[in-house]
């Protein structure tokens, strides 16, 4: 069973580290992981200003995600671990921030995905609305939109 908590200022090396360890799950070299790890880092106002959630399996760390509400509205984050992906977390993840978008009454809201989770974003019912360029990365990412179902 997942459980999710609020990411504390003191989460942000272990918040740059899950995404860094995710995204070597696909294959990228160490020295792009190094070069994304020495550029990165989560500012403490961030996490205090946004929604930032761990994910847990059972009492262990297995990824977090974060919620901006803002002008536009995006799911800036997505991670999961290595060896919790592929096991149908990043579903129930989806479950649980839409149900944190209905709270914050978000109808609507983008995401610049990574080129290898865009299947999974699309697969939820995202639309691609654009592409575009990461000066980290340096190159395009997919843009993607998703309309939130909002119960009545």
């Known amino acids: 069973m997942l459980n999710f908590i609020d990411a504390e200022a003191k989460h942000t090396e272990l918040l740059r580290d899950i ?35 761990l994910i847990l399996d059972e009492s262990e760390v297995i990824g977090f995600f974060a919620i901006v509400k803002g002008d536009i509205d995006e799911l800036d984050h997505l991670w999961l671990l290595p060896k919790a992906i592929g096991k149908g977390f990043g579903n129930l993840v989806f479950e649980k921030i839409l149900s ?40 395009m990412l997919p843009k993607l939109k998703y309309l939130v179902a909002m119960s009545t």
């Open 19 to 53: 995404l860094i360890l995710s995204k070597g799950y696909w294959g990228y070299s160490q020295e792009q992981l190094e070069q994304w790890r020495s550029n990165l880092k989560f500012e403490d106002e961030y996490v205090a200003r946004n929604t930032v959630k």
């Open 100 to 139: 944190e978008c209905k709270t914050l009454d978000i109808t609507e809201f983008y995401i610049t995905s990574d080129p290898d989770a865009e299947g999974f974003y699309l697969k939820k019912g995202a639309l691609k609305v654009a592409k575009v360029y990461s000066e980290s990365q340096k190159r």
